[in-house]
C-alpha cells in the first residue's frame, strides 16, 4: 500500500473516531485525514481540526457549523465547514477520499454510508444500523459501486480474518458450519431477572471490558448490541439465523470464531481495544502497528463460555425474531431502540422497559418488503413515533 490514503472519518469525536485518529496518528507517511465530523462537539473537533487540518469539517446543524467556522477563522485555519446530512454525504463521496471510516451512531449515519457505497469507497463500517436498517439496499450499493466494505466491530473483523480468504455465495461452499460471534454479557449477565427493573443508567454505563459511546454501552447491558450484530453478521456474512450463535464470553478476548463442516473452529484473540480491528482494516491486507499491547494469556488465566440467557435478555430474542421475519422489521427494531435508550439514559423509563417498548412497536407495525431508502426512512419515523406513544402512555 504505497499510496497515501485519503480519510474521511464520520463521527470522528466518538470512541471509533478518536480510536482511528490514534492510529491514523502512528503512520502519518501513509494517512491524510480528509474530512472530520461531529455532532454537537464543537470544541472537540475544533482541537482536532487544529491538530489534523482537514480539507473539509461538517457539522449536523447550522448554529454548531457557524460556530466552528468562526473558531476556526479566528485561527487561522483554512478548513472549510459543511453542514447537515448532505455535508456528511458530500464527504463521504468526494473524488478525493479514499477511505471512510463510518463510525456514526445511529439511524444519522445511513445516508452517508450510502453515499460512499454508491462512490465505491473503500468502507470501513463501524455503524451497526447502516447493515441493521438498510442491509439488502446497503449490500446492493456496495456491490453496484464497486466499494470495498471492511467491518469494524471487533466481532465482525474477527470472523473476517479467520474466513476464507475466498469465500462463495453461501457459508456451507465456504466449508463453514456455523459463526460463533462472542459477546461479553454487558455488567448483568448473572443478575437475577427481577433485581434488572430497578437497575440504573449508572450501572449500566459501567461495562466490565470496553470502553464506549452511551448508546452502544446501554445495547451491551440490554444485549442488544449483539441482536443487532447477529443481524449485521447475516449481511456481511450470507448467513441464515441459524447459522449465527451467540456465546457469552465474559473475557472479551476471543471476538469471534467460525467452526468449519471438518470441526476445526478458528478464533481471532486479542486485548479488548478497538484499535485492533481498526488498525487491521486500515492496512488491510497488510497488518500495521496499532499501539495495543500484547495478550498476556497467563494474565488472563482462563476463558468461559456460557449460553445467553433469553428471558433475561429479551432484546436477543427479539433480534433473532426480526432477522427471520426479514422486510422492514429489523427497521422498526433499531428504531425503537434508540427511542428506549435515549428514555432509558434520560430517567424516564426502566431498564426492563427497554425491550417492553421494543415489543410493543414490533406489535404495531407493518412489516413489508423493503423497497428504497425512502421507504425505510418512513418506517424508521413511523416506528419512532409509536415507540414514543407508548412510551408516554406508559409514563402517564
Same mark, same amino acid.
Given at each position: 500500500?504505497?499510496?497515501?490514503?485519503?480519510?474521511?472519518?464520520?463521527?470522528?469525536?466518538?470512541?471509533?473516531?478518536?480510536?482511528?485518529? &490514534?492510529?491514523?496518528?502512528?503512520?502519518?507517511?501513509?494517512?491524510?485525514?480528509?474530512?472530520?465530523?461531529?455532532?454537537?462537539?464543537?470544541?472537540?473537533?475544533?482541537?482536532?481540526?487544529?491538530?489534523?487540518?482537514?480539507?473539509? *469539517?461538517?457539522?449536523?446543524?447550522? &448554529?454548531?457549523?457557524?460556530?466552528?467556522?468562526?473558531?476556526?477563522?479566528?485561527?487561522?485555519? %483554512?478548513?472549510? #465547514?459543511?453542514?447537515?446530512? @448532505?455535508?456528511? @454525504?458530500? #464527504? *463521504?463521496?468526494?473524488?478525493?477520499?479514499?477511505?471512510?471510516?463510518?463510525?456514526?451512531?445511529?439511524?444519522? %449515519?445511513?445516508?452517508?454510508?450510502?453515499?460512499?457505497?454508491?462512490?465505491?469507497?473503500?468502507?470501513?463500517?463501524?455503524?451497526?444500523?447502516?447493515?441493521?436498517?438498510?442491509?439488502? +439496499?446497503?449490500?446492493?450499493?456496495?456491490?453496484?459501486?464497486?466499494?470495498?466494505? +471492511?467491518?469494524?466491530?471487533?466481532?465482525?473483523?474477527?470472523?473476517?480474518?479467520?474466513?476464507?480468504?475466498?469465500?462463495?455465495?453461501?457459508?456451507?461452499?465456504?466449508?463453514?458450519?456455523?459463526?460463533?460471534?462472542?459477546?461479553?454479557?454487558?455488567?448483568?449477565?448473572?443478575?437475577?431477572?427481577?433485581?434488572?427493573?430497578? #437497575?440504573?443508567?449508572?450501572?449500566?454505563?459501567?461495562?466490565?471490558?470496553? #470502553?464506549?459511546?452511551?448508546?452502544?454501552?446501554?445495547?451491551?447491558?440490554?444485549?442488544?448490541?449483539?441482536?443487532? !450484530?447477529?443481524?449485521?453478521?447475516?449481511?456481511?456474512?450470507?448467513?441464515?439465523?441459524?447459522?449465527? @450463535?451467540?456465546?457469552?464470553? $465474559?473475557?472479551?478476548?476471543?471476538?469471534?470464531?467460525?467452526?468449519?463442516?471438518?470441526?476445526?473452529? +478458528?478464533?481471532?484473540?486479542?486485548?479488548?481495544?478497538?484499535?485492533? $480491528?481498526?488498525?487491521?482494516?486500515?492496512?488491510?491486507?497488510?497488518?500495521? !502497528?496499532?499501539?495495543?499491547?500484547?495478550?498476556?494469556?497467563?494474565?488472563?488465566?482462563?476463558?468461559?463460555?456460557?449460553? $445467553?440467557?433469553?428471558?433475561?435478555? $429479551?432484546?436477543?430474542?427479539? *433480534?433473532?425474531?426480526?432477522?427471520?421475519?426479514?422486510?422492514?422489521?429489523?427497521?422498526?427494531?433499531?428504531?425503537?431502540?434508540?427511542? *428506549?435508550?435515549?428514555?432509558?439514559?434520560?430517567?424516564?423509563?426502566?431498564?426492563?422497559?427497554?425491550?417492553?417498548?421494543?415489543?410493543?412497536?414490533? @406489535?404495531?407495525?407493518?412489516?413489508?418488503?423493503?423497497?428504497? +431508502?425512502?421507504?425505510?426512512?418512513?418506517?424508521?419515523?413511523?416506528?419512532?413515533?409509536?415507540?414514543?406513544?407508548?412510551?408516554? !402512555?406508559?409514563?402517564?
Amino acid at each position: 500500500m504505497s499510496k497515501l490514503q485519503t480519510i474521511t472519518i464520520l463521527g470522528a469525536t466518538g470512541t471509533i473516531g478518536m480510536n482511528t485518529l &490514534d492510529v491514523v496518528a502512528r503512520h502519518p507517511d501513509r494517512f491524510r485525514i480528509f474530512a472530520l465530523t461531529a455532532n454537537g462537539r464543537i470544541d472537540a473537533l475544533y482541537e482536532l481540526c487544529h491538530r489534523y487540518e482537514p480539507t473539509y *469539517a461538517v457539522v449536523l446543524d447550522a &448554529d454548531g457549523a457557524e460556530r466552528l467556522r468562526n473558531k476556526l477563522k479566528a485561527a487561522g485555519l %483554512g478548513t472549510e #465547514v459543511l453542514c447537515g446530512i @448532505e455535508g456528511l @454525504e458530500q #464527504v *463521504a463521496a468526494h473524488p478525493e477520499v479514499d477511505t471512510v471510516m463510518a463510525a456514526i451512531v445511529g439511524a444519522a %449515519g445511513l445516508k452517508p454510508a450510502m453515499a460512499a457505497a454508491k462512490a465505491g469507497k473503500r468502507i470501513l463500517l463501524a455503524n451497526k444500523e447502516t447493515l441493521v436498517m438498510a442491509g439488502s +439496499l446497503f449490500m446492493q450499493a456496495v456491490k453496484t459501486g464497486g466499494a470495498t466494505l +471492511l467491518p469494524i466491530d471487533s466481532e465482525h473483523n474477527a470472523i473476517f480474518q479467520v474466513m476464507p480468504t475466498k469465500v462463495t455465495d453461501t457459508l456451507a461452499e465456504s466449508g463453514i458450519r456455523r459463526i460463533l460471534l462472542t459477546a461479553s454479557g454487558g455488567p448483568f449477565r448473572n443478575m437475577d431477572r427481577a433485581l434488572l427493573e430497578a #437497575v440504573t443508567s449508572e450501572q449500566a454505563l459501567n461495562h466490565p471490558n470496553w #470502553v464506549m459511546g452511551p448508546k452502544i454501552t446501554i445495547d451491551s447491558a440490554t444485549m442488544m448490541n449483539k441482536g443487532l !450484530e447477529v443481524i449485521e453478521a447475516h449481511w456481511l456474512f450470507n448467513a441464515t439465523a441459524d447459522q449465527i @450463535e451467540v456465546v457469552v464470553h $465474559p473475557q472479551s478476548v476471543i471476538h469471534s470464531m467460525v467452526e468449519y463442516i471438518d470441526g476445526s473452529v +478458528l478464533a481471532q484473540l486479542g486485548n479488548p481495544d478497538m484499535r485492533t $480491528p481498526i488498525a487491521y482494516a486500515l492496512g488491510f491486507p497488510e497488518r500495521l !502497528e496499532s499501539g495495543v499491547g500484547a495478550l498476556d494469556l497467563f494474565k488472563i488465566g482462563r476463558l468461559d463460555f456460557q449460553q $445467553p440467557d433469553m428471558e433475561r435478555f $429479551p432484546c436477543l430474542r427479539l *433480534a433473532y425474531e426480526v432477522l427471520r421475519l426479514e422486510g422492514t422489521a429489523a427497521t422498526v427494531l433499531n428504531a425503537a431502540n434508540e427511542v *428506549a435508550v435515549e428514555a432509558f439514559l434520560s430517567k424516564k423509563i426502566g431498564f426492563m422497559d427497554i425491550p417492553a417498548l421494543i415489543e410493543a412497536t414490533l @406489535e404495531q407495525a407493518t412489516i413489508s418488503e423493503v423497497t428504497s +431508502l425512502g421507504q425505510l426512512i418512513d418506517v424508521d419515523a413511523e416506528a419512532r413515533e409509536t415507540a414514543r406513544t407508548w412510551m408516554l !402512555e406508559k409514563v402517564c
